[in-house]
């Protein structure tokens, strides 16, 4: 079983509408969740970070933290074509400092 | 506009040359990582500085890489000598660890290397 699951997509959704991106992981101990977005050939990018149960959002952008199931998601409002990129899920899972991250779910948005 | 600097960009070198990568941190962040991207395995975490002090170097060859941070402003990754299986791109990324919680991490742009 992998640290840190995500479904590798594509996930295809419509200008205008909410992308829903989700991921689970293994170590129930896991403190800091973090979203980060790719495009092709870049580096990733910072996008959200959660810590605590419930939800945080940040313009577009909802996370939302369950920490008793283990699922962390990301929630793109008003999806634009310009968010088509891959989004990486990624968690510290002690007080080691260190990212595990999952292999990313590629999100086109269609004109 | 603080960010992460990473150089070189590109590299392509031959097997069994040495290649070294630089990194320069956000200045004030305290906390250093080299990552690896490739398809097969995404993102993988090679090693990390805090305070310039190597703490993990776990994810690393260590028969022909290390990892150094000379001073605040640099770290390095040597790869000797260098493989194919080393292609990848090799990602930097620094962060300020302010308590128990706050970690967030932020990458350079990375350095493409192939070698032949």
């Known amino acids: 079983q992998k640290e840190v699951e995500q479904n590798s997509g594509p996930l295809s959704v419509p200008e205008g509408a909410i992308a829903s991106l989700n991921c689970t992981y293994s170590?129930?101990?896991?403190?800091?969740f973090f979203w980060y977005r790719q495009y092709s050939g870049k580096s990733p990018e910072l996008i959200m970070f959660i810590y605590s149960n419930g939800d945080k959002e940040d313009g577009r952008f909802t996370a939302q933290l369950n920490k008793a199931s283990q699922y962390v998601s990301l929630l793109i409002r008003d999806s634009q074509p310009s968010d088509s990129a891959t989004y990486l899920c990624a968690v510290i899972k002690d007080s080691s400092y260190k990212l595990i991250f999952g292999s990313g779910t590629r999100l086109l948005v269609r004109p | 506009d603080a960010r992460v600097t990473q150089t070189p960009r590109h590299k392509v070198t031959e097997m069994g040359q040495e290649v070294t990568m630089r990194c320069q941190p956000i200045?004030?962040?305290?906390?250093v990582f080299w990552y690896r991207q490739t398809m097969m395995q995404g993102l993988e975490l090679l090693a990390y500085?805090?305070?310039?002090?190597?703490?993990?170097d776990s994810g690393m060859p260590k028969d022909r890489f290390s990892a150094e941070m000379p001073d605040a402003t640099l770290a390095t990754l040597k790869i000797q000598p260098s493989e194919p299986r080393d292609s990848a791109v090799y990602f930097c990324a620094s962060g300020r660890r302010t308590g128990k919680t706050s970690s967030e991490q932020y990458f350079g742009p990375g350095t493409r290397l192939t070698v032949t």
């Open positions: 170590d129930r101990g896991s403190q800091s």
């Open positions: 500085f805090r305070n310039r002090a190597p703490l993990d």
């Open positions: 200045l004030g962040h305290n906390t």
